[in-house]
């Protein structure tokens, strides 16, 4: 053991820069790993909370079953419980006001007869709710007699940024500075002034008391979920009343897939570290064959080559890993902080720091420590086994590499083609084991098509640039070892389809919500309900309400929605009834299956209806079935012509058909939504006024502007996906790291060959030319193969929301492949600096001498 270690601190010692570029390639593997695992879950739970909020849910809510206030020692006691990731208390009361409060005028009734003043803890709340901010800013602790209103409070009541808000008080008339305004409420309730809990508590004479908890859990388990509702009840005693988020429900499901989604970068980042990892060190061990050899023949046995190599990557793996989870932490924490100041502009949502589980560690010094050893050890075993006189020919590593190869290609075919098959199934486990096969299956196919590869990119350099040898001495050097080059061009491929699989999947979730929000919501005027898609607690208008506003000459056309629920064996959904002339003028369906055209008038022919993907995927019906529905007056048999989505029923099971046949069968008449466009070229002033005159009549309705809602829908996707283009970046790094690891040990290798091609003339320049040569060829031989993986990964992720029920858009990611090819060039080009400048200028004797 000891000639090893010394052995093993001579060659370290002496192979200053292999050594540290072997090390650099083990600490960016764990960065890698470490660093992005750290940050998804604090970006997990931020995407949790932006949707449970924008649903106006928490995993579970706390009250008193008096309805009364209680003390914060109960709060104590829930945040206490283990798998509660947060909770916050509040005091929320309605506010009744005199029918004149804000006008003075008995005549005349105010807009707002009641608000809900709901006092919250601003640092632990935006804990658990996202709190979006059209103008000013969010409340702070520290902050008596301010407030903050939606839009549409401030609209109703002629309120700006910075007026006061009068309010009746345990203390009196108050009034309160208006601080923020948030987007309008379309969610169940009054609307609501949010203070601080200090205030509020003085302002309602409770000190020191609340009568809510909101509580988000850790975890989307069910099981583990149930135990820590069971485990709050427990804490909180029989007084208290929980109110918890269905497990069954189509919002966790929602969560469930996205943290799929989420979890999965985080199987790449892993992948992709051993694979820098292994890629090193498994070139350095086959270049050093010789060197091994060698010892084999002054008398070292198999034991003491192993050993050796043990030792030394043993070495180099502690070293890097303890610096790769400290540079992993210290790159987390920068780029959470990065990004939380996106997620608080555009969405409110608090980006906690990097959370470091202790498996996550033990996983990452794994990586490090033992895949460092390992990446070591299967070569060191494999040149033990060689004879050292054959070790010493490089023409028969070339003959066993070749065997390997036949296998390999045929395995890697065989995954290939089944990744394939596994497209027609649409099933989601069997689509993201295909995903892995895939991309195992190019990694084994690789070596056989390097050659075929780097001689059409080094034809097509030849005929581009000056006619030399240097083009073909650069495909050779990569063509010897077409192994090598492989597992090098692999790391590229992994980078960049990870890029385009993300830049598809991005583009087609938000294409697929944005096409849907603008079909459903993108009309002049939207007449808002207090409840989106829980329709059965609301209070509509009659079909006077759509006649009036059809009457104004400003108004072009006007559409209702009606509803009812219905059931259908054993699933319950919700019934949409559309006008089949009118909707398609003012708002629309966003189709999947059945001709767009006709399904509308296939509507308003009888009893026909179009379902969406969520009661398709429920019941398993499609186009051309039939389904029998529970009407008033026992069920009636509906024939499907088309699936299609709407924006506010994404995710819930709902069809949708006539009016007609919605009176006829169901007995509803009732509008619960009203949208209407105006007339090209008239005075919006003054249709706005004409309009909220009529809906004055309607206070149930809220009035938003429907252009104005999709605009700020957009901005809250462009930020959600923000911190996601961020974590692409970071994954597509490494594959850099990668080639420039193995070009530099190239150049290192290839010491008396690059001696010899200057001692017969070539210049500094050639020389370069030809690293820089190579990489290009290197980086684009990984292009090629990450742009084949990423548009099938990419299809592969759209087919699996799809078939979830997510409304997605497929369209080819034109940005994904150009920015690929950019990156993979662009990769290419910096990989050769160091390495280039490095080989020009060696010194021909000092090379012709090397080992």
């Known amino acids: 053991m000891t000639l090893q270690w010394t052995l093993a601190a001579r060659y370290l010692g002496r192979r200053k820069l292999r050594t540290a570029l072997t090390t650099m390639a083990v600490v960016f593997g764990v960065l890698v790993t470490f660093g992005t695992n750290t940050m998804l879950p604090a970006i997990t739970d931020a995407f949790r909370t932006n949707i449970l909020a924008a649903a106006g849910q928490v995993d579970l809510t706390v009250t008193h079953r008096a309805g009364s206030g209680f003390t914060t020692a109960v709060l104590d006691s829930v945040q206490t419980v283990e798998g509660v990731s947060a909770a916050s208390g509040s005091l929320n009361r309605t506010v009744n006001l005199p029918v004149d409060f804000f006008d003075h005028d008995p005549a005349r009734r105010d807009a707002v007869a009641a608000l809900a003043m709901v006092g919250i803890d601003p640092d632990r709340a935006q804990e658990l709710r996202a709190y979006p901010i059209l103008e000013g800013r969010f409340l702070e602790g520290d902050n008596p007699g301010a407030a903050m209103i939606s839009r549409s409070l401030a609209d109703a009541l002629g309120l700006a940024l910075g007026d006061r808000l009068p309010l009746p008080s345990t203390q009196g008339e108050v009034e309160l500075t208006i601080v923020g305004i948030s987007p309008s409420r379309t969610l169940p309730g009054n609307e609501e002034v949010l203070v601080t809990l200090a205030e509020a508590q003085s302002l309602l004479g409770e000190p020191g008391r609340i009568n809510a908890i909101d509580v988000n859990f850790g975890t989307l388990d069910e099981a583990r979920r149930a135990e820590i509702e069971r485990q709050v009840e427990q804490a909180v005693g029989p007084s208290f009343h929980l109110g918890a988020l269905s497990s069954g429900i189509e919002l966790l499901t929602n969560l469930r897939v996205g943290q799929a989604a989420i979890s999965f970068l985080g199987v790449l980042a892993l992948f992709m570290g051993g694979f820098i990892i292994f890629n090193t060190f498994r070139t350095i061990v086959t270049e050093r064959r010789r060197d091994l050899a060698m010892l084999r023949a002054v008398g070292a046995n198999r034991r003491t080559i192993t050993g050796l190599i043990v030792t030394e990557s043993l070495v180099q793996g502690i070293a890097g890993t303890a610096i790769g989870l400290i540079l992993g932490f210290g790159l987390a924490a920068l780029a959470l902080g990065t990004l939380g100041g996106l997620f608080e502009q555009f969405m409110h949502v608090r980006v906690g720091g990097p959370v470091v589980a202790p498996g996550l560690v033990l996983v990452s010094?794994?990586?490090?420590?033992?895949?460092?050893?390992?990446?070591?050890l299967i070569p060191a075993r494999n040149a033990g086994r060689v004879p050292p006189l054959e070790a010493l020919r490089p023409s028969v590593a070339e003959v066993v590499t070749a065997r390997a190869a036949g296998a390999a290609f045929l395995a890697g075919a065989v995954m290939i083609g089944f990744a394939l098959v596994t497209l027609l199934t649409r099933n989601l486990g069997l689509l993201a084991l295909g995903g892995l096969l895939f991309l195992i299956g190019l990694v084994l196919v690789g070596p056989v098509l390097v050659r075929p590869i780097a001689r059409a990119f080094a034809g097509l350099f030849a005929r581009l640039g000056p006619r030399s040898g240097i083009v073909h001495l650069a495909e050779g050097n990569l063509t010897r070892q077409p192994t090598r080059a492989s597992v090098t061009a692999s790391a590229t491929m992994l980078g960049l389809a990870v890029v385009i699989m993300a830049t598809s999947l991005i583009n087609g979730i938000t294409g697929g919500f944005l096409d849907a929000l603008e079909r459903s919501l993108g009309s002049d005027y939207l007449f808002i309900p207090p409840a989106i898609a829980v329709w059965g607690s609301n209070v509509g208008a009659g079909p006077q309400l759509a006649d009036e506003l059809r009457a104004l000459p400003s108004v072009d056309a006007v559409s209702t929605l009606r509803v009812a629920t219905s059931t259908s064996g054993d699933v319950s959904f919700t019934v949409m009834g559309i006008d089949p002339l009118a909707y398609p003028q003012v708002s629309g369906l966003v189709f999947q299956k059945g001709d767009t055209r006709a399904a509308y008038g296939e509507l308003a022919r009888g009893r026909n209806l179009i379902i969406n993907a969520p009661f398709g995927a429920f019941t398993g019906l499609t186009v051309g079935d039939e389904v029998n529905l529970l009407t008033a007056d026992g069920e009636r048999t509906y024939q499907i012509v088309a699936q299609a989505n709407d924006y506010l029923n994404a995710k819930i099971a709902t069809v949708y058909l006539s009016q007609a046949s919605l009176a006829s069968d169901f007995h509803v008449t009732e509008d619960v939504m009203l949208q209407l466009n105006l007339t090209d070229g008239?005075?919006?002033?003054?249709?706005?006024?004409?309009?909220?005159?009529?809906?004055?009549?309607?206070?149930?309705?809220?009035?938003?502007?429907?252009?104005?809602?999709?605009?700020?829908?957009?901005?809250?996707?462009?930020?959600?996906?923000?911190?996601?283009?961020?974590?692409?970046?970071?994954?597509?790094?490494?594959s850099l790291v990668?080639?420039?690891?193995?070009?530099?040990?190239?150049?290192?290798?290839?010491?008396?060959?690059?001696?010899?091609?200057?001692?017969?003339?070539?210049?500094?320049?050639?020389?370069?030319?030809?690293?820089?040569?190579?990489?290009?060829?290197?980086?684009?031989?990984?292009?090629?193969?990450?742009?084949?993986?990423?548009?099938?990964?990419?299809?592969?992720?759209?087919?699996?929301?799809?078939?979830?029920?997510?409304?997605?858009?497929?369209?080819?990611?034109?940005?994904?492949?150009?920015?690929?090819?950019?990156?993979?060039?662009?990769?290419?080009?910096?990989?050769?600096?160091?390495?280039?400048?490095?080989?020009?200028?060696?010194?021909?004797?000092?090379?012709?001498?090397?080992?």
């Open 682 to 734: 008239v005075d919006r002033e003054a249709a706005d006024e004409q309009i909220k005159a009529l809906a004055a009549a309607y206070p149930q309705f809220r009035v938003i502007n429907g252009q104005a809602y999709y605009a700020e829908n957009r901005r809250i996707f462009d930020a959600a996906f923000a911190g996601m283009y961020f974590v692409l970046v970071f994954l597509a790094v490494p």
């Open 738 to 851: 990668a080639m420039i690891n193995t070009l530099a040990i190239g150049v290192i290798e290839r010491t008396r060959e690059i001696g010899m091609v200057r001692a017969v003339g070539a210049t500094a320049r050639q020389v370069r030319r030809m690293v820089l040569i190579e990489a290009l060829i290197l980086a684009l031989l990984g292009t090629s193969l990450g742009l084949v993986s990423g548009l099938y990964l990419g299809h592969l992720a759209l087919d699996g929301l799809a078939s979830a029920g997510f409304p997605v858009r497929a369209a080819f990611p034109w940005m994904g492949v150009v920015a690929g090819l950019a990156i993979g060039l662009l990769f290419g080009a910096l990989a050769a600096v160091i390495p280039a400048r490095q080989a020009a200028k060696m010194d021909v004797v000092a090379a012709l001498r090397y080992e």
């Open 365 to 376: 010094i794994a990586l490090g420590v033992g895949l460092t050893v390992i990446s070591g």
